[in-house]
């Protein structure tokens, strides 16, 4: 599975511990990225086996890390964007339930039936089934 490196020969027991030392730093989340530079660094010279292999994990790596910043930062932004608007909506959200319940304790006071919208059915079936 793209194992291919152009180099016709076994890599070496050197060149495979190297090689999997590039690869393995990823249990290291962000400092796990100075291991496979450091190796392609240090070896690109003596090996294209090491080479491959330690510039495909920083490559990896190097991805992984810039998807977890801007999932980091669609959060970030949903999450302030969401304490922007609290001042903008609350006043208006609570203005409204007042209303609404007012508006259903005025109607149960005249003696009449008040449900409130999607909730007033789905408690009326609730008790039906308990009766």
């Known amino acids: ?6 180099k016709s020969t076994f890599p070496s027991q ?21 291991a496979p ?8 010279d003596k090996s294209a086996y090491v080479r ?8 990896y790596q190097t991805g992984l890390i810039l998807f977890w ?3 980091m930062g669609s959060h970030m932004c949903s999450l302030i964007g969401t304490f922007l608007m609290i001042p903008l909506t609350g006043a208006a959200a609570a203005e409204n339930n007042t209303l609404f319940g007012t508006y259903g304790a005025n109607i149960v006071l005249r003696g009449r039936d ?6 007033g059915r ?9 009766a």
């Open 14 to 34: 050197d060149e495979r511990v190297m090689a999997a030392l590039a690869n393995i730093s990823v249990l290291v989340p962000f400092m796990g990225l100075i």
């Open 1 to 6: 599975m793209g194992e291919d490196t152009g």
């Open 52 to 59: 491959f292999q330690a510039l495909q994990a920083a490559a």
């Open 122 to 130: 789905r408690v009326e079936k609730y008790l039906e089934g308990q």
């Open 69 to 71: 910043f801007a999932g």
């Open 37 to 44: 530079i450091a190796i392609w660094a240090t070896q690109k």
């Open 114 to 119: 008040f449900r409130y919208a999607i909730v």
